[in-house]
C-alpha cells in the first residue's frame, strides 16, 4: 500500500517516539507542581518551547502550546482580534481559500462580536496580490490571517511582500504554517504569528502550537489555572511538546533536501499524469507550491470513484482537505479559484510523504491514475 495523504497526518517518527517516550513514563510530573517530578517536567517543557521557538525564528515566550493546529488557529485568531477589540479595532482580512478553522473563526467572529471579515481575492492559482491586501487594509484592521501553503492545492504565498504591507500599517499577520512547517523555512518570513502542528511533521497528533511575537496583544480562549503565561490554561503535554520539537527540528535539519528530493518526484509525477490522462488539470500554482503536493481534478469523472479506484490498486490519496472529508459540498478553496462546481467535485489530491520512493514511482505511480480514472469515467 502506498500512502499518499501526508497532507492530512503522516505516522510519528521512530526518533520523536523515543524522545517523548521517558515523559510518558518516568518523568510523569506535572509542570506546574513545585517539587522534583513536577520540576523535571517544566525543565523539559522549557527546553522544548526554546527549541520550537528557534526553529520559528521567535523567542521562547513567544511559544504556546496547543492541541493541534485548529487550536493554534482558533487561538489566534480569535484571540489576537478579541484583544484588538477594546481599542476599536473590528476588522479582519482573511482569503477565502483559508482552512476551516481559520473561516470558522472568523465567522464566529462576525456573529457575535460585530468584526467585519473581508475576503481578499485569490486568482485561478490560489494566489494573493500584495496589491488586493494593501487595498483592504484599514485603520480600524485587528489583523490578517493567511496560510502559508494551501493544505489542498499547495499554493504557496509570497509571505515576505504580504507581510511587508501587513507591518507598513502596523496591522499584525497570522501565518498558519501547519502545512508549510518542515518543508519551507519559517523563521525570516516577518509574520507576527504562526500556527504549526506536530501530525504533520511526524509527531502524534493533539499537540501544536502557536508563536505571538510579545508585542502583539493576545486574549486567551481558555481560561483556568493561568499555564503557558495565562494565554492557554490546563495541564501542559509535556511529552507531545517534547515530540513537536523534535519533529519539527529533524524536519528543518533535513528541509533542503528532502524537499529537493520530493519536489522533483512531485514534478515527474504531474507531468506523467497530464500527460496520460486528458481530463486531468493541475489545480493550485504550477510552480509556487509546496514540494509534495500534486492535485487534480478530472472532469467528467467523480473523485470519489478515482479514489476508490486507487485504493484498489494500492494507492492511498484524498479529495481534498481531511477536516472537510464528510461533506458533500465542491472544495470551497477550488471554487474560490474560479473552477466550476461540478468539475471541484472531482478533485483528488496526493500528497508525498518524506521517505524515499523507488525511482520509478513516479511514472509507475502516474499509470496507476490513468487506469483509475478510465475505470471510474467509464
Known amino acids: 500500500m502506498l500512502y499518499l495523504d501526508h497532507a492530512a497526518t503522516s505516522p510519528v517518527r521512530p526518533e520523536v517516539l523515543e524522545a517523548m517516550r521517558p515523559y510518558l513514563t518516568g518523568v510523569f510530573g506535572n509542570p506546574s507542581s513545585h517539587h522534583t517530578a513536577g520540576e523535571a517536567a517544566a525543565s523539559a517543557l522549557d527546553d522544548a518551547r526554546a527549541r520550537v521557538a528557534r526553529v520559528l525564528g521567535m523567542r521562547a515566550g513567544d511559544v504556546v502550546f496547543t492541541a493541534g493546529g485548529t487550536e493554534a488557529n482558533n487561538l489566534a485568531v480569535k484571540g489576537i482580534v478579541l484583544a484588538a477589540l477594546e481599542a476599536g479595532r473590528r476588522h479582519l482580512v482573511v482569503s477565502p481559500i483559508e482552512h476551516e478553522s481559520i473561516l470558522e473563526s472568523a465567522g464566529y467572529l462576525r456573529r457575535f462580536h460585530a468584526v467585519e471579515v473581508t475576503l481578499l481575492p485569490v486568482d485561478a492559482h490560489g494566489r494573493i496580490a500584495p496589491d488586493d491586501l494593501a487595498a483592504v487594509l484599514r485603520d480600524d484592521t485587528a489583523l490578517v490571517s493567511i496560510g502559508h501553503a494551501n493544505n489542498e492545492i499547495g499554493t504557496v504565498q509570497d509571505v515576505a511582500a504580504l507581510a511587508s504591507v501587513a507591518r507598513a ?108 490522462v486528458p481530463e486531468a488539470a493541475l489545480t493550485g500554482d504550477p510552480v509556487q507550491r509546496l514540494p509534495g503536493t500534486a492535485s487534480f481534478t478530472f472532469a467528467g469523472t467523480s473523485g470519489e470513484a478515482v479514489l476508490l479506484e486507487l485504493e484498489r490498486r494500492g494507492v492511498i490519496s484524498s479529495s481534498g482537505s481531511a477536516c472537510a472529508a464528510d461533506s458533500d459540498e465542491p472544495s470551497h478553496v477550488l471554487v474560490a479559484c474560479g473552477v466550476p462546481a461540478e468539475v471541484a467535485q472531482t478533485s483528488v489530491r496526493f500528497t508525498f510523504g518524506r521517505d524515499p520512493l523507488p525511482e520509478d514511482a513516479p511514472e509507475r505511480l502516474a499509470a496507476l491514475v490513468a487506469e483509475s480514472v478510465r475505470t471510474a469515467g467509464g
Do not use: C, M, Y
Open 169 to 276: 500599517v502596523r496591522v499584525p499577520l497570522h501565518l498558519d504554517a501547519v502545512q508549510s512547517a518542515g518543508w519551507l523555512p519559517l523563521s525570516d518570513l516577518g509574520a507576527d504569528a504562526v500556527s504549526i502542528a506536530g501530525h504533520k511533521l511526524g509527531a502524534p497528533k493533539g499537540i501544536g502550537a502557536l508563536a505571538v511575537r510579545g508585542r502583539v496583544p493576545l486574549e486567551p480562549l481558555l481560561h483556568g489555572g493561568g499555564q503557558e503565561r495565562g494565554r492557554r490554561s490546563g495541564t501542559e503535554n509535556v511529552a507531545g511538546a517534547v515530540a513537536l520539537a523534535t519533529a519539527l527540528e529533524l524536519a528543518e535539519q533535513e528541509r533542503e533536501t528532502v524537499a529537493a528530493r520530493v519536489g522533483s518526484a512531485t514534478t515527474r509525477f504531474i507531468s506523467r499524469v497530464l500527460a496520460a
